[in-house]
């Protein structure tokens, strides 16, 4: 009789506890990593390289590279749907790089670029015979976000999981964009981790998942295109993204 009552006593207890772990179960199990797609997209083209470094190289170069190498780590770290926008290093067009990450279902786009100086900061210097402009005044990365496209907040969410890797590993942001400035002026959202609101940019603006555009580096900065060649340096930026890439999955992209 004396347990029939201490049962009777705590069983709403006992069904109300039972059904919060049954309904939060979902939530614990949420990333499903090997059915989460997230795009990788180099910024840029062959033919359409974008910046150029202290040292003469092509943006392009570093964006592809960084992208495959980001790529790798996220099937390795159980992404295994996650591909390259621009795998045959084709011209495309901004607007393809998203359409194909629909095409393909793509949770989260991910933007690869890296970063230059407005002209009047820039110097002259002679490397391996050949002159070239560099500027030693900014580095460190900064992140992107459309506040206007449809996967706005989760844009912002995934960003923020991807500075504070960035951070937490060594990595400084750059502020020199928020400068108010001619080419400037921009929306800095978080400056401890980097990011800015840009709602003209074209892959960020059609992007329909989640998006974030990452500038790596800046690759005028003599030091710091010299850390970018490092891959134990660039291992750490690719940790980062899936850091993020794992935020925006357990948030169900």
């Known amino acids: 009789m004396q347990v029939k009552t201490i049962f009777s006593s705590y069983a709403p207890a006992v069904i109300i506890l039972l059904f919060s772990l049954l309904t939060s179960a979902p939530a614990l199990a949420a990333c499903e990593r090997g059915n989460f797609t997230v795009a990788l997209d180099a910024g840029h083209t062959p033919g359409d390289p974008g910046s150029t470094s202290a040292r003469g190289k ?23 749907k996650a591909f390259l926008v621009n795998p045959y290093r084709k011209e495309l067009s901004l607007r393809s790089r ?10 989260l786009f991910l933007s690869i670029h890296h970063d230059s100086v407005q002209p009047h900061y820039l110097s002259s ?41 960035l951070v937490r590993r ?37 992007s329909t998942p989640p998006a974030v555009l990452v500038e ?26 899936v850091e993020g890439t794992a935020a925006a999955c357990m948030a169900g992209g």
């Open 125 to 165: 210097w002679t490397h391996a015979g050949a002159d070239q402009s560099y500027s030693d005044q900014f580095s460190g990365f900064s992140l992107w976000v459309s506040q206007t496209n449809s996967g706005a907040a989760g844009s912002l969410a995934t960003a923020k999981a991807i500075g504070t890797g």
């Open 58 to 80: 092509t943006e392009f170069t570093f964006n592809d590279r960084l992208a495959r190498e980001a790529l790798a780590a996220l099937k390795s770290a159980g992404f295994s």
């Open 98 to 107: 998203t359409k194909i990450a629909d095409e393909q279902g793509a949770q």
């Open 170 to 206: 060594g990595l400084s942001p750059t502020l020199h964009h928020a400068e108010p400035i001619r080419g400037e002026s921009r929306t800095l959202l978080d400056a401890g981790r980097g990011i800015y609101g840009r709602d003209d940019l074209a892959v960020l603006r059609t």
């Open 216 to 241: 790596a580096g800046v690759i005028v900065h003599r030091a710091e295109e010299a850390r970018l060649e490092l891959q134990a340096h660039r291992a750490k930026i690719a940790a980062a993204l």
